[in-house]
């Protein structure tokens, strides 16, 4: 089989694209015949050396894609050979053939391509256990979404809106705040010329959002919590700007009962994500077929131009998902 691997740390020239052996599902995994793989940020880290796979997961990067089961491990009895599915995985993506805990794999909705399907995983499971889980965002209640053009972002304001909850984006143009406008957002507010805080402040007759959901990290930190309404909780999924904050003010916090929490998802436990993946089914997947939840696809590169798409991920330039097609 064809796959992408890194020849050393480094930026996207690094990227690079062999030949191999296909791999052989374990106990409780099936095999899957790979058609496209989404491209997502933790991909990038991976390649610049700083987010490395799990022990026991491939070296090929790649956290989600969609397919064809061609095999399947011992154990997997749910699902058969000729299967379409997408898949969260810990590593493996980006090859024509990958390895998927059958816990992990969901059906491709029937009105998806097996491109938009391979866009789903990674931005559903994140968006699902961070906004409701551990944010508990109800119906009624009013989410901030700090890059609403993000494959991330994206899938945030549609589901969340599908929810019966308010959605406020930002976003670094006024063409990218048209799109998360165009995908439910009442309010996008362009932070390069827009203060967010205030913004969403008017926006919500000065009382403040409930649930903020953060990709930047130490720069927004303080005016996150100004932006919060009382009991107002704030999760955190990466650090873009970020990590480390200087002279952080506990006391609003302390006085306005804010939570503030955070996960990545990749090194949680197989029981942790497969409790994630049936959420999914029963309370995410009816809503994407009915067509009210939809990756939208931003490009799409073939294998050999993997690089290419972790370029246009590190531009910040697409609007959605971007996703590398193995076959035609």
């Known amino acids: ?66 397919g064809r089961v061609v095999a ?28 998927a805990a059958e816990a992990l794999c969901l059906p491709v909705p029937s009105d998806l391509s097996l491109v938009e399907a391979a866009a789903l995983p990674e931005a559903a499971f994140t968006v699902f256990d961070n906004v409701f889980t551990r944010g508990r965002l109800a119906p009624g209640e009013t989410l901030l979404v700090h890059g609403g053009s993000s494959g991330i972002g994206s899938m945030a304001i549609q589901l969340a809106t599908a929810l019966g909850a308010k959605v406020v984006a930002t976003a670094g143009s006024d063409e990218k705040c048209a799109f998360c406008q165009s995908l439910g957002a009442e309010l ?33 930190f303080a005016r996150n919590l100004s932006a919060l309404a009382l009991e107002g909780r704030l999760v955190e999924i990466a650090c873009l ?11 609003p916090l302390i006085l306005r009962r804010l939570t503030v929490t955070g996960s990545t998802l990749r ?13 999914l089914r029963e309370k995410v997947w009816p809503l994407v077929a009915a067509g009210r939840v939809k990756p939208v696809i931003a490009a799409r590169f073939p294998l050999e131009k993997a690089g290419g798409a972790h370029a246009l991920m590190e531009s910040s330039a697409h609007m959605g998902k971007i996703a590398l097609v193995m076959r035609d």
């Open 241 to 251: 700007g970020g990590a480390k904050l200087e002279g952080a003010n506990l006391w």
């Open 188 to 220: 996008a507010i362009n932070y390069r010329t827009q203060d967010f805080v205030a913004e969403a402040k008017a926006f919500t007759g000065g009382a403040g959002v409930d649930v903020i959901l953060d990709m930047v990290g130490a720069p927004y």
């Open 267 to 279: 090194a949680r436990t197989l029981t942790q994500k497969a409790a994630i993946a049936a959420a």
């Open 1 to 66: 089989m064809r796959y992408a691997y890194f020849e050393g740390a480094g930026g996207p020239e690094v990227v690079r694209v062999g030949e191999g052996a296909k791999p052989e599902p374990r106990a409780g995994e099936v095999l899957i015949e790979v058609m496209a793989a989404g491209v997502n940020r933790p991909d990038c880290a991976q390649r610049r050396g700083v987010y490395p796979p799990p022990p026991g997961e491939s070296d090929v990067p790649g956290l989600e894609v969609a």
């Open 72 to 99: 399947l491990g011992e154990g997997a009895v749910a699902l058969k050979v000729g299967d379409e599915v997408c898949a969260l995985l810990g590593s493996g993506g980006y090859a024509e053939f990958a390895r």
